[in-house]
C-alpha cells in the first residue's frame, strides 16, 4: 500500500527540522568519538545492506522471535525485521474490521482491475500487476504522488500477509506486516509499517511515520470494514 505524504506531513512537518538537526549533531559527536576511541580494522566493516548491493549472500540476522503485535490477543507472531531495520523507522497499530479473517486477506491480496475501485489511494493509471503467483505478486500501485514497488506473499493458514516494498516514493524501502486475528464480532488486523530511506528528502520526511497511525487508520476504514 503506497504510504502518502501530505496528510502526514499535517501531523509532524513542525518537528521535523528539530529532529535533523537533533540527529545531525549527535551523529557529529559519535563520529568524534568513534575517531578518538576505535581501534583500527584490518578491513572495513560491511553493513548487511551493502553486502546486498556488492552481491553477497551472506544472511542477515533476525531479530526477537518473541516480539508479536498482538500481545495479549493472541495474535501469531509476525515476522521480525532484520536487527538493521529494527533502527529504522517503524509504525505499529491495529485495527478491527467486521470481515472475516480470509475475507481481511482477500482485500488485501485482490490484484483484480477492482483493486482501484476498493482503495482509494490507488489508481488506474499507477496500478500493475508483473508477476502473479498463487500465494504471491509482484505489483507497482499508488497515484500520481506516492507510489511503491512491491512483493506480496501470503500465508491463508496463518492468516498473514507480508509486504516487502522495494522501492516507493517519498520513502524508499521497507515493508509491511498484516496479521489477522478472529474475533467474536470479525477479525483484529494487527499492522506493522518500516521504511527504509536512503535518499535526503526520505530521511528528512521519514521521522513523521511512527506518528501517522490515524492517518492509515482511516484509509483503511473503507477498504477493509474497521470499526
Known amino acids: 500500500m503506497p504510504v502518502t505524504a501530505e496528510p502526514i506531513l499535517q501531523v509532524r512537518a513542525s518537528k521535523v527540522a528539530a529532529d535533523q538537526r537533533e540527529e545531525e549533531a549527535i551523529q557529529a559527536l559519535t563520529q568524534r568519538l568513534t575517531a578518538a576511541y576505535s581501534t583500527p580494522r584490518s578491513a572495513p566493516f560491511s553493513s548487511p ?3 546486498a548491493r556488492r552481491g553477497s549472500t551472506m544472511p542477515v540476522r533476525r531479530g526477537s522471535p518473541e516480539r508479536m503485535l498482538g500481545g495479549e490477543s493472541g495474535a501469531s507472531p509476525l515476522p521480525p525485521f532484520s536487527t538493521q531495520e529494527q533502527n529504522m523507522p ?3 497499530f491495529h485495527v478491527n474490521s467486521s470481515l472475516s479473517p480470509s475475507e481481511v486477506m482477500g482485500v488485501l491480496t485482490n490484484f483484480s482491475p477492482s483493486r482501484v475501485e476498493q482503495w482509494p489511494s490507488i489508481d488506474a493509471e499507477h496500478f500493475q500487476v508483473h508477476e502473479r503467483g498463487e500465494t504471491w505478486a509482484e ?5 500520481d504522488k506516492s507510489w511503491e514497488h512491491a512483493r506480496y506473499e501470503w500465508d491463508p493458514s496463518q492468516n ?4 516487502t516494498t522495494h522501492d516507493s516514493t517519498p520513502f524508499g524501502s521497507g515493508g509491511w506486516n498484516f496479521q489477522m486475528t478472529p474475533t467474536d464480532d470479525g477479525t483484529r488486523v494487527d499492522v506493522e509499517l518500516e521504511r527504509h530511506p536512503s535518499s535526503f528528502k526520505a530521511k528528512m520526511l521519514s521521522p513523521i511515520i511512527p506518528f501517522a497511525g490515524p492517518v492509515f487508520r482511516k484509509s483503511f476504514k473503507e477498504p477493509l470494514k474497521t470499526v
Not at 505489483?139 to 497515484?143: K, L, S
Not at 498473514?160 to 509486504?163: D, E, G, M, P
Open 139 to 143: 505489483v507497482t500501485e499508488g497515484n
Open 90 to 92: 517503524s509504525l505499529h
Open 160 to 163: 498473514r500477509v507480508t509486504v
Open 49 to 51: 545492506c551493502e553486502n
